[in-house]
Every structure is written in structure tokens, then in C-alpha cells.
């Protein structure tokens, strides 16, 4: 198993920046890729950004050049960095992470609100 905790949320005015952050521990030898999705109310969970163990990344369109995803393999960490937010990226953002035994585990959520 993988224990997820995620931390950074809260409320941010247009174009201002948040960090987020998530700390796994468990069976963290078998964690392949990291990343972050979100859920808007009324809306279904969706990507924002996943990084390999080898530090390739994707991002959804939404978010390209204005959040930056990174990890930390020593610390077993995940972070992504989030400027320029505006409110359609007021969500609640989970950490997740797949391991190489083919399983996803998720954190608990953290809200991000950006509203003037």
C-alpha cells in the first residue's frame, strides 16, 4: 500500500500562485509515476499533470506554461507549482501516484479556490 498526503491548498486571488505538495510513504520502492488531477464541482475528475521516475511529464492543455509539476524520487515527493491560476482552476486537487504492480492510490484532496 501507498499512503498519500497532500498539502498547499487554499485561496488565491487571479493570478496569483500556490504550491502544492505530496508526501508518499508505504510501499514507496514500487511508485512509478506521480501526478496531480482535479475536480471542479459538478464536473469529473481530470488530469493536470503526471512526471515518471525519469522526470518526463505531460500536462493538460489547460495548464501548460503556467503550472510546472516536479518530484523529489530521494524524498518521495510530488509538487506542483501553479501560477497565473485563474478561477476555472478552482478545484480540489488530489495527488496519485501508479505503482509497478499495476495499482493507483490517491491522496485525500486539497481545495484550491482562486477568487478575487
Known amino acids: 500500500q501507498v499512503q498519500l498526503v497532500e498539502s498547499g491548498g487554499g485561496l488565491v486571488q487571479p493570478g496569483g500562485s500556490l504550491r502544492l505538495s505530496c508526501a508518499a510513504s508505504?510501499?514507496?520502492?514500487?511508485?512509478?509515476?506521480m501526478g496531480w488531477y482535479r475536480q471542479a464541482p459538478g464536473k469529473q475528475r481530470e488530469l493536470v499533470a503526471t512526471?515518471?521516475?525519469?522526470?518526463?511529464?505531460n500536462y493538460a492543455d489547460s495548464v501548460k506554461g503556467r503550472f510546472t509539476i516536479s518530484r523529489d524520487n530521494a524524498k518521495n515527493t510530488v509538487s506542483l507549482q501553479m501560477n497565473s491560476l485563474k478561477p476555472e482552476d478552482t478545484a480540489v486537487y488530489y495527488c496519485?501516484?501508479?505503482?509497478?504492480?499495476?495499482?493507483?492510490?490517491w491522496g485525500q484532496g486539497t481545495q484550491v479556490t482562486v477568487s478575487s
Open positions: 508505504g510501499s514507496i520502492f514500487s511508485i512509478t509515476a
Open positions: 512526471i515518471t521516475k525519469d522526470g518526463i511529464t
Open positions: 496519485n501516484v501508479h505503482t509497478l504492480y499495476g495499482s493507483t492510490w
